[in-house]
């Protein structure tokens, strides 16, 4: 057992390390003075640099292969030793010089971005594009290379460990075949129905707040371990037993604020429900970026906008901000909340034409990593697939393919994770409702109870113990992902 | 060069880690959710033991006797490798297991301390201070023998590098033959005048706030590069380029909040005036405790209770808070902000009173660190000094003995800044208005610019360019430290 806790004590120094990180994190985006942002980086850089080294610290491997034949340990500890032995792998995979290089690019690149994407050029965004996208494939490459996996899978797996090109494929085809179809009968039918009416604000941020907090009540967030605070970009972030969600206030709109904090309480009270034995342990972490994803959309949207709470917020949304009129009323609510339209940008999009955009995305990058789309190319074929999966074409780059940061941030490999979070959201509530009877009719009051007890227990509380999104999956709904169930649920809520 | 350069590098991934600690420090005690507490202690311990391992990483001892060799070293460099090579020094002299067990037997006597001082219980505090002294006088003996200092000197040079008690027992001495005598004729003086009246309020705390801002921006404190928060003890913390201080406001008493906050913005003045070509680099750091104190005591106390600013201040302070009456006179302001009084707390002690709490707690450390006084008698001994130096005596240890919590926290060595600060601050308004006849009209204006241009010249701006506080007081006002200016600012203040 000697080698088992050894690494055990090092995983938790580097937890410690990623805490500290996330607050510093958060003081960025939230608190943090802007003449502070130079040493800011400095104190991140450093910290960063201290856990890569602890994580690549040559003894790790020895130790690792030490403890993989020690029969004394237990399911708990052997899976997170399997957590260890990836995170090893991953962390090591890509050599130093490497990772500064591709630290750099992505600075340069996201600094241009931000320009190019403002003046409509991409012509000016491709080279740092271009230069981003070699370091990403090279490092790609050299993780496959570790993995045994194709550079476009060890991209994958990053955020979203044992997730497969072969098998999103297969369901994001199932989805791109049905959503063109199905975004049609919704438009018809919206067309044949009353246009939603949006209620008028002013909404003061005061009373905004105090609604948005009184639903993180109601959903199970812990105050005592998590803060609600105000950013430009919201987010959950923070660290073990502190986790900060945000949110940002329009005062002509309350849904925005309120529908983002529900969708961040969702990811907050995965971290909130992670397993307390092992919170420093890789282990005890979530498990990946789609499953997060699930957590923060089976609230927002599985839960929060179904007919049954929307039916018991109407009121009470009214009586927060002293509305009054048929604009408060539940039916127009459920009708405002589930209106689609053929949108061009994706962090707009709605339910429906959502996945599209992703979808996009996925094929786009997938060719990208495979060196079967050249850069220059990229306008073009973003235009078409818009055309064909959303039905529509942007007029210019900065609302097409400029509108994302995350390529020139170097994240090829993380878009799937929204759709697949979604997908998983929706297998997820429908076992949920099928195990508990009673989840459905507690949201028609207000109550999250059940449903979060059921999440506990099948999701948050079971962090990496399953090796993939698709066993945990598996072991809580009886199958791994497919795209049946959410294909069934956009059908209910938007044509039933 | 080499091995200097590669020193440069070291400290400034231990300056990062101490900036990151910094945020996290005040993140604890201003916004930090209370159920945290352990998650946040995991963070900051880990961070502690990394910069430490990093501090005495033994290839630095080789590095730094190489570049102490280097003859290509211009002056600042050679002034940052002598503060090298004495963070070194202290950061190695004491074994890791004593620097282990003294901060296990702190954290139990802080917590004992907190419940016999509500229980004025000295007898149930006891044995765990008794550890704790134990733990302290080993590792000041250590750090002695490192240094070539008698114990209680190892410990003054910690918190104040080249402080001696052999020079403190000079100047002490000089003020506690003064001291009494002053007290009884201020007193005599006062009790011949109308007593003062103290502004009635409410003070909303906006009001405050507002008034605070103001103060802090005339004083020239950047905010693009610091904030002004609230906490339960007001502190000036944070990082490099992020200055942060903490007041705490009380409705019913402006002044509290309002005194507060400009001597925090004294340390903050002091912080962001470091030199910036040196900013993580010891010899960028500021020169010890004492001269720290003396930054925020010139803006409160020799700047900020002045006669010519309050006469600026009141008729501000009034329109700032709506107030009328003759509460509001300058006159009055200046009877109440110099009141003075034979008071048990230190904390609560006026001007002229708190130096003598302060020589009282350094005779009776002296002693303990000494053997001389065993802390069974240090009751009857803390009775008997303020009986003598202050002139009252303790009803009960509450309010006598067991008031700070300096000693239980093992800060033995820390009391003497207090007062040497005060000394110095007196020491060097008086060289700055000598050198600078603009100054003090200024204050009459509430223009704070001329002083504290002359501050940056002569102190902020310096770092730890001089190699202890009596070298910078020699270079900036001529001489080393002594009473005799403090003891003729008392006599003009409260007798002229």
Redesign the interface.
Known sequence: MTAYRDLERRT??IA??G??LG??GW?TQT??????N???A??T???SV?AHELATDPRVGDLLAEAENDASLDAWQRANLREMRRDYVHATAVPADLVEATSKAVSVCEMVWRSARANNDFAALLPSLTEVLARVREGAEAKGAALDLSPYDALLDEHDPGARAERIDVVFADLAEFLPGLIGRVLDKQAGEPAPVRPQGPFPVEAQKALGVRMMERMGF??????LDVSLHPFCGG????VRITTRYEEDNFANALMGVLHETGHALYEQGRPRAW??QPVGQARGMAVHESQSLIMEMQASRSAEFLTWLAPVAREAFGGEGPAWEAANLRRLYSRVERGLIRVNADEVTYPAHVILRYRLEKAMVAGDLALADLPGAWNDGMAELVGVVPPDDRQGCLQDIHWPGGGWGYFPSYTLGAMTAAQLFDAARKADPEIVPALSRGAFAPLVAWLRQNVHGTGCFHASGDELLTAATGRPLDASVFKRHLETRYLG
Chains 1, 2 share one sequence.
């Not at 812990?222 to 803060?227: A, Y």
């Open positions: 938790a120094r410690a390390i805490d500290a607050i510093l003081d608190i943090m003075p802007e003449g502070s130079d040493a800011r400095e104190q850089a450093t910290l201290l812990d105050f005592s371990r998590g803060r660290a073990t037993d502190d919170l420093g």
